[in-house]
């Protein structure tokens, strides 16, 4: 097995490789691309053979916890394994572009937590966490907090997390409960920076999603408010061979505070590439910082909470 980069994940212990991988990728439609269960297992495989040791995952991305458990649920001491709460058990697929429904009641969070055991063929997860970052208000109400909490007390979760934003991510990590936070973040979206900053400190992991910005710089699309920022800033100087793609993943790597950057991917050519964009280390601290500075005067900038 290849050896990666790996940080500890906050204060939880866990030594997790700098790269993960985001199973979303793998729900198939109608929520997603249309992904067979070859593709699935191929990857999957592929990606703990990489080296790759942190999987993150949902009741909410279709068929992902089900082709998680049935094609590595025997190599299951090979990962950690995180997945989520409060999405509503049994309801059917949201349209693309729309959330799905979300429940924080203990009943629906037992529920969801049973089936998800039961189709990753586990009897534990290592982190599980709240989706959408609800309001500390949400999060009390219901018990739904005091649930989770009971649940890693019971071993039934090792440490409990959030999949948090602005605004309620402040009050989050004011709790002090949350292991390990969830958070989007990559070159052309920083808003979240400082958050992250912030979440390390208090002694929190740091998963970070979104960090290769969907591959949209070598793949011609530059749709949304992240990619107009690209298309405004002037990086070709600091780019130094570099693929925009390669320099985006890098730049989210370079974040001194990540602990994991979780990338979803069925290609594994693409699952290569990203490890050995990883193996490349960080960018250079004169570059990191010339970066930042364009990149905040072309929109992308830390948000004060």
């Known amino acids: 097995m290849n050896r990666l980069p790996t940080r500890q994940l906050g204060r939880t212990g866990l030594d997790v490789t700098m790269l993960g991988y ?3 990728e793998i729900r198939g439609a109608p929520r997603g691309r249309d992904v067979s269960d070859q593709q699935a297992e191929t990857i999957l495989h592929a990606v703990l053979d990489s080296g790759v040791n942190y999987i993150d995952t949902s009741i909410d991305y279709g068929v992902s916890e089900e082709r998680i458990g049935r094609y590595i649920g025997d190599r299951r001491s090979e990962y950690y394994l995180a997945s989520k709460c409060g999405c509503l058990v049994g309801a059917p697929p949201a349209p693309r572009g729309q959330t799905s ?10 529920k969801g937590v049973e089936q998800s055991l039961r189709r990753l063929r586990t009897d534990h997860l290592d982190v599980l966490q709240f989706h959408i970052s609800p309001s500390r ?17 019971a071993g039934t979760t090792r440490f409990i997390g959030m999949s948090g934003t602005l605004p309620h991510i402040v009050d989050h990590i004011a709790m002090g409960v949350f292991d390990v936070f969830q958070i989007p973040y990559s ?19 740091i998963v970070v999603r979104g960090g290769a910005a969907k591959g949209a710089p070598t793949e011609g699309k530059h749709e949304g408010v992240q990619w107009d920022r690209w298309q405004k800033v002037e990086l070709r100087d600091l780019l ?12 989210t790597f370079t974040h001194p505070d990540l602990d994991t950057n979780i990338v979803g991917t069925i290609d594994p050519g693409h699952l290569r590439h990203n490890v050995e964009v990883l193996k490349q280390g960080p960018l250079g601290a004169d570059v990191y910082v010339e970066a930042k500075r364009r990149l905040e005067a072309a929109g992308s900038a830390p948000r004060r909470p």
């Open 137 to 153: 208000q949400t999060l009390e109400q219901d018990d739904a907090l005091g649930t989770v909490l009971e649940l890693k007390r």
């Open 187 to 205: 070159a052309v979206e920083r808003e979240h920076e400082g958050i992250i900053a912030a979440a390390s400190k208090a002694g929190a992991g």
């Open 22 to 24: 985001g199973a979303m």
């Open 101 to 110: 429904p979300h429940v924080f009641t203990r009943d629906n969070i037992l």
């Open 240 to 251: 130094d061979g570099m693929t925009p793609m390669e320099f985006v993943l890098r730049f």
